[in-house]
């Protein structure tokens, strides 16, 4: 129940900031007609057809839009269509700002015609602003969103990542000013957080390195190669344990065959499977309680000194 209201106040916010910013001076909204791409930034075929199609789609005028919106509130579908495909490319001028940041430029277009469904869906005509300032709000939040949900091998909430891309923003202006990387605490200072809050969202903001990751001048090894295996025996141990089994072999070859073969099985030292008394007695056709007296003899015959003693320092 707290998420779901903290949702609907997060979407309320939204609406709000998103008619103060329609309310606000517009920006230079050109951009419309602005199809080009940073450069850098290659496109597939599809989008490319894509572009050529939305070109041919003429703008609105300021009273067409304040018609089809009247349309709209009557339940027009065909008016809700024909007010999207004419911003279609608002949204493309919008998404190639975000081009390079995680995602293919088709997926930030497409969450930003979502965005553009949105705009459509909740624009009122009669506050008397331009619906591409107050879709482009709702076209930016769908890109950012996604970025946010996609664009990270581990994914941040999106009031995380606004967090973070302040500090980054925070941090460059520091840099110019200061001429040196700043601080936790100057920059925490700028943003009137505290340095340990500061620190926290370094940690965050951090990237997963791959263990392919090459290291080295002659790039010959990978970052995986120098991080210790903690499932894996270290050398001493490794070293210690042949050893010990070079010793043991050595105190069972001073045993009966039957003595030796008995404690085998029973311990696993084979194949590492423990078998029953009743197991090991049906490998000797013999009863589970002979086997018992060979094992019992078999292991006084290991606790003599003159036995012992070679193991002894294993067991330490």
């Given at each position: 129940?707290?998420?779901?209201?903290?949702?609907?106040?997060?979407?309320?916010?939204?609406?709000?900031?998103?008619?103060?910013?329609?309310?606000?001076?517009?920006?230079?909204?050109?951009?419309?007609?602005?199809?080009?791409?940073?450069?850098?930034?290659?496109?597939?075929?599809?989008?490319?057809?894509?572009?050529?199609?939305?070109?041919?789609?003429?703008?609105?005028?300021?009273?067409?839009?304040?018609?089809?919106?009247?349309?709209?509130?009557?339940?027009?579908?065909?008016?809700?269509?024909?007010?999207?495909?004419?911003?279609?490319?608002?949204?493309?001028?919008?998404a190639r700002r975000y081009a390079g940041r995680g995602m293919q430029f088709l997926d930030l277009i497409q969450e930003g015609n979502m965005g553009l469904i949105k705009a459509v869906e909740k624009f009122d005509y009669s506050k008397g602003f331009k619906f591409s300032t107050y879709a482009t709000w709702w076209?930016?939040?769908?890109?950012?969103?996604?970025?946010?949900?996609?664009?990270?091998?581990?994914?941040?909430?999106?009031?995380?990542?606004?967090?973070?891309?302040?500090?980054?923003?925070?941090?460059?202006?520091?840099?110019?000013?200061?001429?040196?990387?700043?601080?936790?605490?100057?920059?925490?200072?700028?943003?009137?957080?505290?340095?340990?809050?500061?620190?926290?969202?370094?940690?965050?903001?951090?990237?997963?390195?791959?263990?392919?990751?090459?290291?080295?001048?002659?790039?010959?090894?990978?970052?995986?190669?120098?991080?210790?295996?903690?499932?894996?025996?270290?050398?001493?141990?490794?070293?210690?344990?042949?050893?010990?089994?070079?010793?043991?072999?050595?105190?069972?070859?001073?045993?009966?065959?039957?003595?030796?073969?008995?404690?085998?099985?029973?311990?696993?030292?084979?194949?590492?499977?423990?078998?029953?008394?009743?197991?090991?007695?049906?490998?000797f056709g013999v009863t589970r309680e002979r086997i018992r007296q060979i094992e019992a003899k078999a292991l006084r015959k290991l606790r003599h000194p003159s036995r012992s003693k070679r193991l002894k320092d294993f067991l330490e």
């Amino acid at each position: 129940m707290e998420n779901r209201q903290s949702a609907d106040f997060a979407l309320d916010r939204e609406v709000v900031d998103a008619e103060k910013a329609a309310n606000s001076p517009a920006e230079d909204f050109a951009v419309h007609d602005d199809l080009s791409l940073p450069p850098g930034i290659k496109i597939s075929d599809p989008v490319r057809m894509y572009l050529k199609e939305i070109g041919r789609v003429p703008l609105l005028s300021a009273d067409e839009e304040v018609e089809l919106s009247k349309r709209i509130e009557e339940g027009d579908e065909d008016a809700k269509r024909r007010l999207a495909e004419a911003n279609l490319r608002l949204v493309v001028s919008i998404a190639r700002r975000y081009a390079g940041r995680g995602m293919q430029f088709l997926d930030l277009i497409q969450e930003g015609n979502m965005g553009l469904i949105k705009a459509v869906e909740k624009f009122d005509y009669s506050k008397g602003f331009k619906f591409s300032t107050y879709a482009t709000w709702w076209i930016r939040q769908a890109i950012t969103r996604s970025i946010a949900d996609q664009a990270r091998t581990i994914r941040i909430p999106v009031h995380m990542v606004e967090t973070i891309n302040k500090l980054v923003r925070v941090s460059r202006q520091l840099l110019q000013e200061l001429g040196r990387e700043p601080t936790p605490e100057e920059i925490a200072k700028e943003m009137d957080i505290t340095p340990e809050k500061v620190r926290e969202i370094l940690k965050v903001s951090q990237e997963p390195v791959s263990l392919e990751t090459p290291v080295g001048e002659e790039s010959d090894s990978n970052l995986g190669d120098f991080i210790e295996d903690q499932d894996a025996l270290a050398p001493a141990d490794a070293a210690a344990f042949e050893l010990l089994k070079e010793q043991l072999e050595e105190v069972l070859d001073t045993l009966t065959d039957r003595e030796e073969n008995v404690l085998r099985l029973r311990f696993g030292l084979e194949d590492g499977r423990t078998r029953t008394l009743e197991e090991v007695g049906q490998v000797f056709g013999v009863t589970r309680e002979r086997i018992r007296q060979i094992e019992a003899k078999a292991l006084r015959k290991l606790r003599h000194p003159s036995r012992s003693k070679r193991l002894k320092d294993f067991l330490e």
